[in-house]
């Protein structure tokens, strides 16, 4: 039985799931001094994104911090997928993906909260600055699309 689709089916009711873009990192290069991130080619993935519940808890107690955090239910990819949820729990590299909304927004993965065999549950932080993706060897056959 898969209780995340019988949730997933009731929920997205009343708040549809989305399409996502997951920029998986694979790690930083270093160039002649100049320390540089690496990514896969992005994948769209459906997702139910939803606030953390954590993150009005962490504001009040700690002010200074205004950090906003949403929580990202990935669903399990297509056939097609080079990707699996398994892929994006990694043992030296849990984090570092970058997430891009449909409302333009980018979003670090900070946590892997919850891994199963249908889905997994990925905490993320807006980011303030949109992310330079410039130099990777995918960018501009993804730009250009």
Avoid: C
Wanted: charged share 25%; proline share 3%; hydrophobic share 35%.
């Amino acid at each position: 039985m898969n209780l995340h689709k019988i949730a997933n089916a009731a929920v997205k009711t009343v708040h549809p799931n989305e399409v996502i873009t997951l920029f998986k990192a694979l790690g930083q290069v270093n160039e002649l001094g100049i320390v540089k991130a690496k990514y896969l080619a992005p994948e769209a993935l459906e997702a139910q994104v939803q606030d953390d519940a954590d993150s009005g808890l962490t504001h009040s107690d700690t002010v200074n911090q205004t950090g906003h955090a949403k929580r990202f239910f990935v669903n399990k990819y297509s056939e097609n997928s080079s990707l699996e949820p398994h892929d994006l729990v990694r043992q030296k590299n849990r984090t570092g993906d970058i997430i891009l909304r449909k409302n333009g927004t980018y979003w670090l993965v900070t946590a892997v909260i919850e891994e199963f065999d249908l889905h997994t549950v990925l905490k993320a932080e807006l980011l303030t600055k949109e992310p330079d993706f410039s130099e990777q060897d995918w960018y501009e056959n993804w730009r250009n699309k």
